[in-house]
């Protein structure tokens, strides 16, 4: 027998039950919002033709080194989806005759072979909202103010830091370089930017960057975003790129307003031209989206609790199991209880691990368990009654 390596690969993560309740609550709150404005649940496909995830990419693109490849057995170049924006555009492709507007979302694990840290594995969920069909800074600040309300609703207080394509004229390279302006020093900065062009047209970029005037564009976001009462909570950053060249106007990333955790939580902005240079039949597709990243979030949630750190609007996570029953010789009875208490919606475990009550308890202590029941011939004959108990 060929030994076995058991372990995770770099970048790969099994999640515990009781971090699984986190990741579940926070879905949960996502899944509520995007339906409450409307958009419907998809799913796509995570193997792909590997043409298509990098049919936007020359072969020295980030992005490209990222994707997992594989052969099948027909031996046809696939992919694993690198995020969920490429697949949908497919699947509008696809779907030619769909009505317009199209407002979808969907949650799904995506695969990036690039660097780990914490919040950033290379197999992780993307939880995105698009929107087909819609042109102008309503439906942008629409997404926007869904992903604010959701933060808040998790617990994290937003700070969501907008910008416009259009404000960045320059080369894919050159706007990889201002994507990092907030996040490197001044002088990394302009030494990113020297080795791109001369000094002197580095410094006069860097002041035009910095000082940007708004355009027509982001002057209607900003309207809009005054409208839902969230502009509060957003930040004009006019060298805010988003990195990925499918971008067309309107760009924004998400933050922890507390600063304690210094990388995104999620991002989106509009892309008119993918879909259509997808379905190639001379329409235009207007197109936006935002997404959500829920490693990091989870991430900063698990430091909140961790710090016991007060939240204007907590999360509220309970264990899932409400009640643990312990048969003392009294399984099939527990079992029809059970049965009765699931019936009115209630999360019921019946314990059938044997051993003391000690130990019992001391189960139900280990997956969170608030509360327990004893029940012995005594209980089942009346004489005593079901008696709910606190464990510490």
Known sequence: MKNQNVANIKGGQDIAPTDMVLRNRVLDILRKRFESYGYLPLETASLNYLSLLTHKYDDKAEIVNEIYKLRDQGDRELGLRFDLTVPFCKYIALNPNIK????????????????????????F???????????????????????????????????????????LPYSDAVISVIDKMAKISSAEFHAELCKLMPENDAKTLEI???????????????????????????????????????YTGSVWEI???????????????????????????????????????????????????????????????QPPIELMLIPLGTEAFCQARANEMRALGKNVLVYLGGKTIGKAIEYA????????????????????????????
């Not at 982001?218 to 909570?233: S, T």
């Not at 197109?287 to 609007?313: H, W, Y």
């Open 365 to 392: 202590s280990s997956y969170g368990i608030k509360n327990v029941a004893i029940i012995g011939e005594d209980e089942v004959s009346g004489k005593k009654p079901i008696v709910m108990k606190a464990v510490n």
């Open 255 to 317: 933050f922890d307003a507390s600063g304690s955790y210094t990388s995104s939580l999620g991002g989106g902005g509009r892309y008119d031209k993918i879909i259509g240079q997808f379905i190639d039949n001379g329409q235009k597709y207007p197109a936006v989206g935002t997404s959500f990243g829920l490693e990091p979030i989870c991430a900063v949630l698990k430091d909140f609790m961790k710090n016991a750190k007060t939240q204007q609007r907590g999360l509220g996570v």
């Open 125 to 167: 969920y993307q939880c995105d909202a698009d929107a087909v069909g819609i042109d102008g800074a309503f439906i942008e600040g629409e997404l926007i103010a869904l992903a604010v309300e959701a933060f808040l609703e998790i617990g994290i207080i937003p700070k969501v830091k907008y910008g416009n394509r259009k404000l």
């Open 208 to 246: 035009h960057v910095k000082n940007a005037p708004k355009c027509p564009e982001i002057v209607d976001l900003e309207r809009v975003l005054d409208a839902f009462g969230v502009l509060k909570y957003c930040e004009y950053a006019p060298y805010l790129a988003r990195g990925l060249n499918v």
């Open 100 to 123: 317009m507007p199209f407002k979808r979302y969907e949650i799904g694990k995506v695969w990036r072979n690039g660097p780990v840290k914490s919040g950033r594995a290379r197999e």
